[in-house]
């Protein structure tokens, strides 16, 4: 078990870009939650997959993000057309199962200049 | 949706002393409320968590408390070492649907 892994661990782009970040849940865990955290606040809730199924997106989410879980295992999260206040660090975490606790990985810190 | 309100933003305590960091939730319907622990430039990582069918739950010098009732809950750090500053968040959760989490508590601990 190695925990999960978030790539890249870093991300600069200029407004407007298209990015993609990448998460690779513990292999076991049939949850994946993707939040977003700024500065001086806790994480954000954007999305959460069971295995390949989308069950609920933030409705602050805009339509510019969107995640995918193909296959059920790792995920991907596209930020398309970029803007300055999406700038953060994107977290995803996963879990065994309903109720079961999160364990997240060490985040995507995306920068839009 | 949920609500999770956390207090104090920022704590200092002496080496030693306890500190307790208090939440509250508004949907009642919550069941599970996990603490985690982020130290700067890290992954937050679960602490200590408890369900809704049991009022109190320790773990050597941490321990979580929860009212129903009030909709509240309390992290306690007893006997607290400088390895324990860090940012603590709450967290609550129901049906095993999404967590909503505080805006997390800025604990320093003075030697």
């Known amino acids: 078990d190695t925990g999960v892994s978030q790539n890249p661990r870093h991300k600069i782009t200029k407004r407007g870009q298209n990015v993609t970040f990448r998460c690779d849940p513990i292999s076991e865990h049939n949850r994946l939650y993707w939040y977003r955290q700024t500065l001086g606040q806790g994480p954000e809730f954007l999305t959460y997959f069971q295995n390949e199924a989308q069950l609920e997106k933030s409705r602050l989410l805009s339509d510019r993000f969107s995640a995918e879980r193909p296959k059920g295992s790792f995920s991907t999260l596209e930020i398309q057309r970029t803007e300055q206040g999406d700038s953060a660090m994107y977290l995803c975490a996963s879990g065994q199962g309903a109720g079961a606790p999160l364990h997240f990985g060490n985040g995507t810190r995306l920068t839009v200049t | 949706g949920e609500n999770v309100e956390q207090h104090p933003s920022t704590l200092s305590v002496q080496e030693g002393d306890s500190a307790v960091i208090k939440c509250t939730y508004s949907d009642s319907a919550s069941n599970y409320f996990p603490w985690y622990k982020q130290e700067l430039g890290k992954r937050p990582q679960l602490i200590i968590d408890?369900?809704?069918?049991?009022g109190e739950k320790k773990d050597q010098r941490i321990a979580v408390t929860l009212n129903k009732t009030a909709k509240h809950f309390s992290l306690h750090i007893t006997e607290t070492q400088p390895e324990d500053s860090a940012v603590y968040f709450c967290a609550a959760s129901k049906a095993g649907n999404q967590f909503y989490f505080g805006t997390g508590t800025s604990l320093t601990v003075i030697p």
């Open positions: 408890i369900r809704s069918n049991v």
